[in-house]
């Protein structure tokens, strides 16, 4: 048994909501790899929790005794309407969980979920310079398609932003979607928080 396959990934529970924001609350407080920079609440992590759908999942990793481990999600990156087939990746490991795989099958796990719901796209922002990251997403068969720059500050320096795509392909029956269209953008990686945040508009 490869060292990744020692964790059980499953949906995601409310329940989950404190290892979440403990594993979450490394990269807030230690890296550049999430832009949030305020502490993450086991509060809001429930509530992001419950935001989750089957078009927008969370998926967790735990031990075979029941201790998670890491963490992969799909949300929207945009609630405008047409913008319905394009989700963005999340995935957070705890460090002793790195480095076995395991975010590659987490990555695989969002991959095959995204396609069975009818997604089309998967983006993945992802801070310049995190090899893991964009490592990662390249094994998965991301490839970069733009960069933003200068647009991340913390920890008194500026940050580009790789943006990554997957493309599953034009689903083979559309889903008719149930969220209304909304008249904003998500914008941000807004792991700390639901998607109903106030973002910055695109136009
Ligand atoms: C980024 C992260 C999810 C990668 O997960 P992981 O389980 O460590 O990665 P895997 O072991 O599945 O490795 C898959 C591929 O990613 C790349 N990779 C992973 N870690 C790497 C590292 N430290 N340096 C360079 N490439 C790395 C490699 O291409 C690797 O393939 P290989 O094993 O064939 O070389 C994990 O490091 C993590 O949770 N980091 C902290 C949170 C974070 O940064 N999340 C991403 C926010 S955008």
Same mark, same amino acid.
């Given at each position: 048994? *490869?060292?990744? &396959? &020692?964790?059980?990934?499953?949906?995601?529970?409310?329940?989950?909501?404190?290892?979440?924001?403990? !594993? @979450?609350?490394? *990269?807030?407080?230690? *890296?550049?790899?999430?832009? +949030?920079? #305020?502490?993450?609440?086991?509060?809001?992590?429930?509530?992001?929790?419950?935001?989750? #759908?089957?078009?927008? %999942?969370?998926? /967790?990793?735990?031990?075979?005794?029941?201790? /998670?481990?890491?963490?992969?999600?799909?949300? %929207?990156?945009? =609630?405008?309407?047409?913008?319905?087939?394009?989700?963005?990746? #999340? !995935? @957070?490991?705890?460090?002793?969980? +790195?480095? +076995?795989?395991?975010?590659?099958?987490? =990555?695989?796990?969002?991959?095959?979920?995204?396609?069975?719901?009818?997604?089309? !796209?998967?983006?993945?922002? !992802?801070?310049?310079?995190?090899?893991? #990251?964009?490592? =990662?997403?390249?094994?998965?068969?991301?490839?970069?398609?733009?960069?933003?720059?200068?647009?991340? @500050?913390?920890?008194? &320096?500026?940050?580009?932003?790789? @943006?990554? &795509?997957?493309? =599953?392909?034009?689903?083979?029956?559309?889903? %008719?979607?149930?969220?209304?269209?909304? *008249?904003?953008?998500?914008?941000?990686?807004?792991?700390?928080?639901?998607?109903?945040?106030?973002?910055?508009?695109?136009?």
């Amino acid at each position: 048994m *490869s060292a990744a &396959q &020692q964790f059980t990934i499953r949906p995601a529970r409310v329940s989950d909501a404190a290892a979440l924001a403990r !594993i @979450y609350n490394v *990269s807030v407080l230690h *890296s550049v790899a999430t832009f +949030q920079t #305020s502490h993450e609440t086991e509060t809001r992590r429930r509530e992001w929790l419950l935001t989750r #759908s089957t078009f927008h %999942p969370a998926f /967790v990793a735990e031990t075979l005794d029941g201790a /998670v481990m890491g963490w992969g999600a799909l949300s %929207p990156y945009c =609630l405008n309407g047409a913008w319905s087939h394009t989700v963005e990746d #999340s !995935i @957070y490991l705890d460090a002793i969980a +790195q480095r +076995q795989g395991l975010g590659a099958r987490l =990555l695989a796990r969002l991959i095959t979920t995204a396609r069975t719901v009818g997604h089309r !796209i998967i983006l993945a922002r !992802i801070v310049a310079g995190h090899s893991a #990251s964009i490592g =990662l997403h390249a094994k998965l068969g991301f490839s970069e398609v733009g960069r933003l720059r200068n647009v991340g @500050y913390k920890f008194d &320096q500026w940050h580009d932003v790789v @943006y990554m &795509q997957l493309d =599953l392909g034009v689903p083979p029956a559309m889903h %008719p979607k149930t969220s209304s269209e909304k *008249s904003f953008c998500a914008g941000g990686k807004h792991e700390g928080s639901s998607h109903t945040d106030t973002p910055p508009i695109l136009r």
